[in-house]
Structure formats: C-alpha cells, structure tokens
C-alpha cells in the first residue's frame, strides 16, 4: 500500500486557485479529510497518524488557500479558511466526509461544520477549542517565546509547543522530528510570512469573537488534547466537548499541544474505533 513517505503530490484548480493535496489509503466512500496546523504545510503530519488511519480510510491531506505550494493568499479569517475548505472537497466531488482538524485545522473543522453540516459525517478536533475562547489572544505572546528559545537551542518551536520539556516529552519530541524527516523527495513548499501573519491573526480574532452556537453540530465529535497544552489551554477542549451535543473527549497524560502525536499508538485506534461505530 501507498503510504505517507511516497504518496506522489496531486493538485486541483479550484475557481481560478491551484490546490496542492495528497490522497491515499483505503477506497471507502466517506473519506478523512485532514486540516493542519498554524504554519503547517502537508510534511508537517505525523505520518503515524496519517498511515495508521489510512489502513482503514480514504485519507485527504491538503494545502488550504494560501498555504505551501497552494495558490493565492490566506484570509485572517477562520470563517473564509472553512469556505475555502468546502470549496477544495466539493471540487473533489465529495457530498460527505470526515473531517480531522489538528489545532488551527480544528477551529476550520467546526466553520465547515456550521456553514455545510450536510457535508460533515463525524469529526476528530485535536489540540483546539471553541471560537470565543478566554486567553487565545495570548498565543502569538506564547508563540513568540517559543520561537525565541528555538533559536537559541537551534531547533524547530514545536520543540517546545508542542511538547513538555520534560525527559519523556523531550524524547517524544525527537521520534516526532524523525517522523517528519521521513519523506524525503516531492516535499511540500515551506509556509510564507504572509500565510503565518494571516492564520496568527485569524487565531488571535477567533479567540475575541462571539462564541459559536455549537449545539448546531450534530455531527459525532472526538475531541482529544494533551492535559498540558500551552497554545490551545487543555480546558478550552474540554469547554468545546461540553458545548458540542454528540462529543466525546481524550485527554493524554504528561503531554502538551501534540498529544495526540505523542501518544499515537493509543490514539489512533480511538479514532478507526470512532470512525467505525
């Protein structure tokens, strides 16, 4: 089977756009379709993750507008970033699907979910909360301390984002970058200054917005997070599971913001196990 390391890069033009995607795994009539994180691009997912739940699904990876090789600009707004989403299935063909919002990816799950609920079959929202959240607005502060001490220590912010700095997160941290580093021919095009300005501005207004009426979603939820995040505070999480009406929510030990990378042997089967029921 075709996996993560050498699925070949595909694109689609979408009203006058060029979007960069990445499809593979099993032929199921509702795929999984996955949204990344603040200055993510396709190299950027965990290919345990990704492989792991396309030995069961058709699994879509893709480059939002904007963003990696994808065409035009990003929008500083979380809603346009959900409209440009539905837009990138629908020219896919797609009626249905699953969606899989990592962080940022997980606030433009549920924008795709309010403005087209027919199109969303059950959701997996990891590291996020609910538009309207106390304290997001801290993230580009917390953001910019990360990437201060990344430069000191030479190594990549999620180092310290997304991991504790702790001897187990620390190793945990370093079996993440070796994931990463697997794929190493048809890499995606690294994320622009403007598309990291536009997603820190979107984040920073969708904390200030008026919360959502989530109990729209009907959709099924599995909401999971580290219990220690520092970007999206795990409590965000669990406020998001309480206000969605058909959520349930995993909470990981001992980990932060990339729990569900540091603990994907046990995540994964949680998502095929909620994806089957």
Partial sequence: MTTWKDVPTSS???????????????????????????????????????DGIAAQHRVIAFDNKGVGASGSKVPADLEQM???????????????????????????????????????????IAGSG???????WKMPFIVGGAYAKAALARKDA???LFFPRTPEGKKAANA?????AERTTDRDKPI?????????????????HAPDDLSKIT?????????????VASDHSLDLARRLPNAK???YPNSGHGGVFQYHETFVPEVLEFLAD
């Fill in 158 to 160: 999620r180092h310290f």
């Fill in 12 to 50: 689609i033009d979408v009203a006058g756009v060029r979007f960069v995607y990445r499809e593979l795994g099993a032929d199921t009539a509702v795929p999984v379709v996955f949204l990344h994180h603040f200055t993510a691009v396709l190299d950027d997912w965990d290919p345990r993750v990704i």
């Fill in 219 to 231: 959709a099924p939820t599995f909401v999971a997070n580290g219990d220690n995040d520092l970007m």
């Fill in 130 to 136: 609910p538009r309207g959240g106390g304290g997001i």
């Fill in 82 to 124: 959900g409209a440009d989403a539905i837009a990138f299935i629908r020219a896919l063909g797609h009626e249905k699907v699953d969606l899989f919002g990592f962080s940022v990816g997980g606030a433009v799950a549920q924008m795709i979910a309010l403005q087209t609920p027919d199109l969303v079959r059950r959701m997996i």
């Fill in 249 to 251: 929510i995993t909470i």
């Fill in 192 to 208: 622009s200054n403007q598309a990291r300005i536009a997603q820190l501005r979107a984040i920073t207004a969708g904390g200030l």
């Fill in 176 to 180: 993440y970058f070796d994931r990463l």
